[in-house]
């Protein structure tokens, strides 16, 4: 059984920096790819960034692009969220996920994933 736990969040001023973390227990991330998303009150749940298996190929929203910086350890255990230059509308709760499937590219589509975390509140302030 694959379980995903986040953690990291928390309150920070607009403009500060937060790094999530998403720990693996039943599986590590080594042959899958992983993502984050994040669902902000009232809307729906929105993808963030992917890794593929390998972690040569990142994807980005637009609106985080450039700020946040997905990764992994090297055992492959971990896989991390950093943010930078945070916003007021990054308020949301983020979401790790995985696939079931071994060898994903790091796709954007939410239903590719099959495994989900409990999330974590990232609250920015103005």
């Known amino acids: 059984q694959v379980q995903l736990v986040e953690s990291g969040g928390g309150l920070v001023q607009a403009g500060g920096s937060l790094r999530l973390s998403c720990a693996a227990s039943?599986?590590?991330?080594?042959?899958?790819?992983t993502s984050w998303f994040r669902q902000a009150p009232g809307k729906e749940r929105e993808f963030v960034a992917a890794?593929?298996?390998?972690?040569?190929?990142?994807n980005y929203a637009d609106s985080v692009k450039g700020r946040f910086t997905i990764s992994r350890d090297n055992a492959a255990t971990t896989v991390f969220l950093q943010m930078n230059s945070l916003k007021p509308e990054d308020t949301a709760v983020y979401y790790c996920?995985?696939?079931?499937?071994?060898?994903?590219?790091?796709?954007?589509?939410?239903?590719?994933?099959?495994?989900w975390g409990q999330g974590t509140q990232v609250t920015v302030s103005s």
């Open positions: 996920a995985t696939e079931g499937k071994v060898y994903g590219t790091g796709t954007t589509v939410r239903d590719s994933y099959d495994y």
């Open positions: 039943g599986r590590t991330f080594r042959k899958y790819a």
């Open positions: 890794m593929s298996w390998s972690g040569s190929n990142r």
